[in-house]
């Protein structure tokens, strides 16, 4: 989905908020962004191709994207931590990374939440062949800051839970 608004800012710049689907943006017209940016959404559409195809038509010759997602290499049908009798982490299992499609997730002890999986290769060569250039690709990691604040983050120093994109049109 996209929220845009529109409002005066303190400098009179003003902001038209509309909401929409990513998959169909034909509210908004060509060329009218210089910058967009995803932030843990394309892994939650069912055609993320129609997607990048919409920010392609959206961004100015020049414009950038950047998307952050589940990292597809770690976050997969199987995946999830191996622990011992007494519940401490030993190392975290992928299995299905080939798998391409939707799939469940436990979230808690009764619900349970949809995801779509894509492999990496997918992702890079859909925004390929959508047009754009891939500027870098980042797998964040905490810093030492955010450590001392939640020692428990240390735990994803051992595989990369999330990866963005910085890409150009």
Not at 25 to 50: G, H
Not at 102 to 107: A, I, V
Not at 135 to 140: D, G, L, N, Q, T
Request: aromatic share 12%; with cysteine; charged share 25%.
């Amino acid at each position: 989905m996209i929220e845009i608004a529109k409002h005066r800012t303190p400098k009179n710049l003003i902001i038209d908020y509309k909401q929409g689907n990513c998959e169909d943006l034909s509210i908004l017209e060509d060329n009218c962004f210089d910058f967009i940016v995803s932030n843990m959404v394309i892994q939650d559409l069912a055609n993320y191709e129609l997607a990048f195809r919409e920010m392609y038509r959206l961004l100015v010759n020049g414009g950038s994207l950047i998307f952050s997602i589940l990292h597809p290499c770690f976050v997969t049908p199987e995946s999830g931590w191996e622990k011992t009798e007494n519940g401490e982490k030993l190392h975290w299992n992928v299995d299905q990374y080939f798998y391409e499609g939707t799939y469940e997730q436990k979230l808690g002890d009764k619900e349970k939440m949809v995801l779509f999986h894509r492999t990496l290769t997918s992702y890079i060569n859909t925004l390929l062949n959508t047009g754009f250039v891939l500027e870098s690709i980042v797998e964040p990691k905490p810093s030492k800051e955010m450590l001392e604040k939640y020692p428990s983050f240390e735990e994803d120093l051992r595989c990369p839970d999330f990866i963005v994109f910085k890409l150009k049109k």
